[in-house]
């Protein structure tokens, strides 16, 4: 049987264990605390390209064909264990700023319809949504990043992969034919195969780490009852708003701190403010709780993903950045096609670990 042992149980670790048990692997997925509660467990859950990726084609393209593999990828969890991470594919609201000519520049490439609203359509559709002009990208969407990680690992539990908890892998070395895998707890795992999922924290192998760093990003959650309250995702360029699961969650903030996991309230009450101007019913919302998590950013902002030159067998996933959940099942199919050899990427392929030799 073909087997694969994957380091790091966030969105991109879960995803591909989905897919490789899927194609006949045998998995063992090593997470050094629990699953899902990394990067992935803070994100916003927003389906849309962020941050550069509307200005690079490529990854534009590739974040598209993974919000489009939403709704058939929840459905077939789902049929394994039925429990609904809420996903909406009902669009995006952009308020109309300067950058979001770049954005709608970037949906013809992708054949991605939009609609421009005046503030007549808005009072009538979006009544809490105070702007001039605005555009609906209507293919876009939201899911509820804790629940899907929910989904994803009890999906996983039950289709029979081995997760192990609390095993945090310390290094990887070749030995003879294989890699060995040495875990805190001085046990040793053998492999030909292995999946390096560790999102912000850099996992290296030999002598070579990715050149990924923790990109700090914060949310407030707001609560409000009783009044006219959003029905949709908003996406400014400098703070955005999703509706969660009966709550509001307001972001848009990415600093370069290190693992630093304080939080920075100032600059969430300034996101709160920004989208305040935008939908002023926030000013009557309870604050809640804020959290902070880690994207693992790369230097370009792109992912790595497959093998590097003269480690093979071990394939990269990583580098998600702000686009990790989107990019996630689409990340999964590709990995397994290259592992399985249906997928040959060429020396252009714009997302490969050998383009930082
Ligand atoms: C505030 C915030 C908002 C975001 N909003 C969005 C959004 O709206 N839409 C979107 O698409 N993306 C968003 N993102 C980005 C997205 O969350 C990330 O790109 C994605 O979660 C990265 O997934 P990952 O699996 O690579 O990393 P992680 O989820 O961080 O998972 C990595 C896992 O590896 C484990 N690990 C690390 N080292 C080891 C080791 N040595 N041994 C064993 N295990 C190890 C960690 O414990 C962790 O569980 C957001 C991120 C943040 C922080």
């Known amino acids: ?97 300067p950058e979001l000519k770049t954005r709608i520049a970037s949906l013809e490439d992708v054949n991605v319809s939009y609609q421009v609203l005046g503030k007549k359509e808005i009072k009538n559709n979006f009544p809490w949504f105070d702007v001039e002009k605005a555009v609906l990208i209507e293919d876009e969407g939201r899911i509820n990043p804790r629940k899907l990680m929910y989904l994803l690992k009890d999906a996983l539990l039950k289709s029979g992969v081995d997760i192990r908890e609390n095993t945090e892998v310390l290094k990887i070395s070749k030995f003879e034919e294989n890699w060995k895998i040495s875990i805190k707890n001085n046990e040793s795992i053998f492999t030909s195969k292995i999946a390096m999922c560790t999102g912000a924290w850099a996992q290296g192998v030999e002598d070579w780490v990715p050149p990924i760093k923790p990109m700090r990003g914060q949310i407030i959650e707001l609560a409000g009852e009783g009044m006219e309250f959003p029905t949709h995702t908003v996406h400014g360029a400098a703070s955005y708003m999703v509706p969660q699961s009966g709550h509001y969650w307001i972001g848009g903030i990415v600093q370069d701190r290190g ?99």
């Open 1 to 97: 049987m073909k087997e694969i042992v994957i380091i790091g149980g966030g969105v991109a670790g879960m995803a591909i264990a989905w897919e490789a048990q899927k194609n006949g692997y045998k998995v063992l997925l090593l997470e050094k605390d629990a699953c899902g509660g990394g990067a992935s467990q803070a994100s916003a859950g927003i389906l849309s390209p962020a941050g550069k990726s509307c200005g690079d084609p490529e990854l534009n393209r590739f974040i598209w064909e993974g919000i489009r593999m939403f709704p058939d990828w929840v459905k077939e969890l789902r049929e394994v264990h039925d429990s609904d991470p809420d996903l909406k594919m009902e669009g995006v609201l952009y308020p109309e700023e």
């Open 259 to 357: 693992f630093d996991d304080s939080i920075d309230k100032k600059t969430l009450f300034q996101k709160v403010a920004i989208m305040a101007n935008w939908a002023p019913i926030f000013t009557k919302a309870k604050l809640g709780e804020s959290w902070c998590g880690f994207r693992p950013g790369s230097p370009d902002e792109r992912p790595i993903i497959g093998e590097r030159k003269g480690l093979e067998g071990v394939f990269w996933a990583t580098g998600l950045f702000r686009n990790g959940v989107s990019l996630s099942p689409v990340v999964a199919k590709n990995f397994i096609s290259w592992m399985n050899g249906s997928f040959k990427p060429n020396q252009d392929y714009p997302f490969s670990p050998n383009r930082f030799l």
